[in-house]
């Protein structure tokens, strides 16, 4: 089982797209999911929108407004891919609302 099936993450209907049903476990505090939770739906969309095999290099992560236990997805998009490196972004949203924006630098292997 990797670390993504364990954290509860699954495809999402559309290429790039993840989704996870946040419970209990994902929390910080009461009623608020942790960042790193964010942070790791958007670094895998991204890295599914480029959909070749990746490593981040670098992830930048904004926090826009409180995601709460519920599901959250996460679509990715491609910015740029050049021969070694791509970058693209991950956009969490929950409710029709964007929750958090994830940049990633990825180096291609």
């Known amino acids: ?3 993504n ?3 509860g993450m699954t495809a999402g209907a559309d290429a790039g797209t993840v989704e996870l049903e946040a419970r209990d476990e994902h929390l910080v505090a009461p ?3 942790h960042f790193a939770v964010l942070a790791t739906l958007g670094e895998v969309s991204a890295a599914a929108a ?3 095999a ?3 290099v670098s992830v930048s992560l904004q926090l826009m ?5 519920g599901l959250l997805t ?3 998009r491609v ?3 050049g021969r070694r490196m791509a970058f693209a972004e991950g956009e969490i949203s929950q409710a029709g609302r964007i929750v958090a924006k994830v940049s990633v630098t990825f180096a291609l292997i």
């Open 1 to 3: 089982m990797t670390f």
């Open 79 to 81: 910015l740029k891919a």
């Open 74 to 76: 996460a679509k990715g």
């Open 5 to 7: 099936d364990r954290l």
């Open 50 to 52: 480029v959909d070749r």
């Open 31 to 33: 009623g608020t999911v």
């Open 65 to 69: 407004s409180r995601a709460q236990p």
């Open 54 to 56: 990746v490593v981040p």
